[in-house]
């Protein structure tokens, strides 16, 4: 049986960062976009994020380590049998009566519902003259398809603006997918019946949201941050301005005797969050020309400025 751990190479003490960690570097190594010709790859890019998904769900790790559920987040058998039905430990026949249930002459309980779902109807199991019974009606359920795991590139701006995104799955089909409020990178959503085929049911497939970065834009919580280059007139007179945001260009109002680092607010302009959306803070970068003589010869005769600009640092 495989070890998630083993599998992404971490520490059964690991935390959720250094198993986050782990995944990263080996979700990298082997997407199947970087691996066309190597299904093995493939294979196991699948292996290793399905191990990431448990190892991160507080709950299913928990449970995993406690061993009820196996590296595929299925229910283990009770009891200690394992999936061919054979034994594994958890109860013994004797006159000491059934482990875990008590002994010292107590009536054994009834295990016929528990051993038709492992052994299946006939006879049943039987140890020496005696048994647990026959002719058991009901089987276990079937199990479903196992999941399938992806990875979705979503630029920066339609992860803040929350646009669908087209999905394609094994086999070449396609499906749009909503981005929930709160996505980040590393959000996982899942969806249901899109995995593999099984007796009983197909599994799902999960998808990992990775955001693309922006050549300007950067994301503070909810808020997307823009430095923004004005002209030194732009500075002085104020005026409207053009400025980008995640959903299209705007026009924006500089208020005049602006200066570099004066910070600008957008309501409404960033990521979705849970409880409401971000802003774009805009912060304002003066640009001043290197070789402009006109400019040059203003400043040398020019006497105003407000005095000293580093006063207030003590200097």
């Not at 790859?41 to 448990?54: G, L, M």
């Not at 990178?185 to 693309?212: E, F, H, M």
């Amino acid at each position: 049986m495989a070890d998630l751990y083993a599998t992404l190479g971490v520490a059964r003490s690991a935390d959720e960062a250094a198993i986050k960690k782990a995944y990263r570097k080996l979700a990298k190594e082997l997407h199947p976009d970087r691996n066309k010709d190597n299904p093995k790859a493939t294979e196991r890019f699948a292996k290793v994020t399905q191990a990431y998904d448990i190892l991160t769900d507080k709950d299913k790790r928990a449970q995993y380590d406690r061993g009820e559920i196996d590296d595929e987040g299925n229910p283990r058998a009770p009891f200690g049998f394992s999936r061919g039905g054979q034994p594994g430990g958890g109860f013994r026949s004797g006159s000491g009566g059934f482990e875990g249930f008590g002994g010292g002459g107590a009536e054994a309980p009834d295990l016929s519902d528990l051993f038709e779902g492992l052994f299946g109807g006939g006879g049943g199991a039987r140890r020496g003259g005696g048994g647990f019974g026959g002719g058991f009606g009901r089987s276990a359920p079937p199990q479903k398809g196992a999941d399938v795991a992806y990875r979705l590139s979503v630029p920066f701006e339609d992860a803040a603006a929350l646009k669908e995104q087209r999905v394609t799955l094994s086999g070449g089909r396609t499906l749009d997918v909503k981005l929930p409020k709160g996505v980040e990178d590393g959000t996982r959503i899942r969806l249901s019946g899109q995995g593999q085929a099984g007796p009983g049911g197909n599994g799902d497939a999960i998808v990992t949201i990775a955001v693309t970065p922006h050549r300007f834009f950067t994301r503070d919580g909810n808020d997307v941050r823009l430095n923004l280059p004005i002209s030194l007139a732009e500075a002085v007179q104020g005026g409207k301005v053009k400025i980008p945001t995640v959903e299209g260009a705007v026009m924006m109002a500089i208020p005049k005797g602006s200066t570099s680092g004066k910070v600008l607010r957008l309501k409404g302009r960033g990521f979705h969050g849970k409880s409401g959306r971000g802003d774009q803070l805009v912060t304002l970068m003066v640009d001043v020309p290197t070789d402009d003589a006109d400019l040059a010869a203003f400043v040398e005769g020019w006497k105003g400025g407000g005095g000293n600009p580093r006063a207030g640092l003590g200097v």
